[in-house]
């Protein structure tokens, strides 16, 4: 979508953090609180997503992913389009309960 020149986008961070010590465990809930206060939300296990309202203000958030990282962790980032997310398709076994509705998108002043 374009408004005004903003291409909105979504972020996914998809994570992978030893949790085998105590410090390990530790550096792992501090990834996930920087995420939580960047303003990401969690999708699935190890997957975490941010609504930005364009791709330069997806690339800040990004940043703050990399420099929030553990040493020893691994993260992959993919940035999407409204379009391209809302096109995303869920599959759930029959024990499943229904996925969560999307995060509620920014508005603009």
């Given at each position: 979508?374009?408004?005004?020149?903003?291409?909105?986008?979504?972020?996914?961070?998809?994570?992978?953090?030893?949790?085998?010590?105590?410090?390990?465990?530790?550096?792992?809930?501090?990834?996930?609180?920087a995420?939580?206060?960047?303003?990401?939300?969690?999708?699935?296990?190890?997957?975490?997503?941010?609504?930005?309202?364009?791709?330069?203000?997806?690339?800040?958030?990004?940043?703050?992913?990399?420099?929030?990282?553990?040493?020893?962790?691994e993260?992959?980032i993919?940035?999407?389009?409204?379009?391209?997310?809302?096109?995303?398709?869920?599959?759930?076994?029959?024990?499943?309960?229904?996925?969560?509705?999307?995060?509620?998108?920014?508005?603009?002043?």
């Amino acid at each position: 979508m374009h408004l005004s020149g903003y291409r909105f986008m979504w972020i996914v961070a998809m994570f992978d953090l030893p949790v085998d010590t105590k410090a390990a465990r530790k550096a792992y809930a501090q990834f996930r609180k920087a995420l939580i206060k960047d303003g990401f939300q969690r999708m699935q296990y190890s997957v975490y997503i941010r609504h930005c309202p364009s791709e330069e203000n997806a690339a800040v958030h990004v940043q703050r992913v990399q420099a929030a990282l553990p040493d020893d962790g691994e993260v992959r980032i993919v940035t999407i389009t409204d379009k391209q997310f809302e096109r995303m398709r869920v599959f759930l076994g029959k024990a499943r309960r229904a996925p969560q509705k999307a995060p509620e998108q920014l508005a603009l002043f």
